[in-house]
């Protein structure tokens, strides 16, 4: 499944991980020793939101799109 939400993606020394959190799915968060892992696992979550939100009949919001201006 391809996914088109922003993906927050920091190292938190609190939690010796990279954590990367998807802000448009409420509490949709995961963590991992490294960049990628912290991206892989993440995607699993993201995935996992969209399936039980549609299973309890809850809406599942739109990607929204950045514009980044340099």
Not at 18 to 25: D, K, R
Not at 39 to 60: F, P
Request: with cysteine.
């Amino acid at each position: 499944m391809m996914f088109r939400y922003e993906v927050i993606l920091c190292w938190s020394e609190l939690d010796k991980a990279f954590v990367a959190e998807v802000p448009e799915l409420p509490g949709c968060a995961a963590d991992g020793e490294t960049y990628q892992e912290a991206l892989h696992n993440v995607e699993l979550v993201m995935q996992e939101w969209i399936e039980t939100a549609k299973d309890l009949g809850r809406s599942v919001p739109q990607p929204k799109r950045r514009l980044i201006y340099i």
